[in-house]
């Protein structure tokens, strides 16, 4: 069963650019890769740009040479939709909101990820959390790989 989820980071213009992800979604998994290895405005942008995916990982883009698609994933590789499954572009890119209250009421996933300002946020079912990284959830999962 999966647990979905959304991620997506605001523009300076204020509007959101949000992309789908159906595995993993809980603040241990994808709140924990998010934390670890998506810190960084750019590499933010780099992964919500490519659409919606199947499952978030340690890294965007596969190595050189590499055979890496959704029946045959590179490790450690995030496997997208529209890249890795061949699905159409236009029905799994990215989605921009005019502001944080439309993503926020349109968004309906068990997890809604937010980056904005180096900072991860998320929307749950029955929460809002501003800084992800300082929850209990995501701080066992990161002291684990120390």
């Known amino acids: 069963m999966a647990t979905r989820s959304s991620i997506a980071y605001e523009r300076e213009d204020g509007t959101i650019v949000s992309s789908y992800c159906h595995?993993?979604?809980y603040l241990q998994s994808a709140g924990a890769q998010l934390v670890r290895n998506y810190s960084e405005a750019e590499k933010?942008?780099?992964?919500?740009?490519?659409?919606?995916?199947?499952?978030?990982?340690?890294?965007?883009?596969?190595?050189?040479?590499?055979?890496?698609?959704?029946?045959?994933?590179?490790d450690?590789?995030?496997?997208?939709?529209?890249?890795?499954?061949?699905?159409?572009?236009?029905?799994?890119?990215?989605?921009?909101?005019?502001?944080?209250?439309?993503?926020?009421?349109?968004n309906d996933q068990e997890y809604n990820?937010?980056?904005?300002?180096?900072?991860w946020q998320c929307k749950t079912y029955d929460r809002f959390i501003t800084d992800i990284a300082n929850t209990d959830e995501v701080k066992s999962i990161l002291k684990e790989l120390i």
């Open 23 to 25: 595995y993993d979604g």
């Open 113 to 119: 990820y937010l980056y904005v300002d180096g900072t």
């Open 76 to 106: 450690g590789i995030t496997v997208f939709y529209h890249r890795d499954r061949g699905e159409n572009l236009e029905q799994t890119a990215p989605t921009v909101y005019d502001s944080f209250d439309a993503w926020f009421e349109a």
């Open 44 to 74: 933010v942008e780099d992964l919500v740009v490519l659409g919606s995916m199947s499952y978030l990982s340690d890294r965007i883009y596969p190595s050189v040479g590499s055979n890496h698609s959704f029946e045959t994933p590179e």
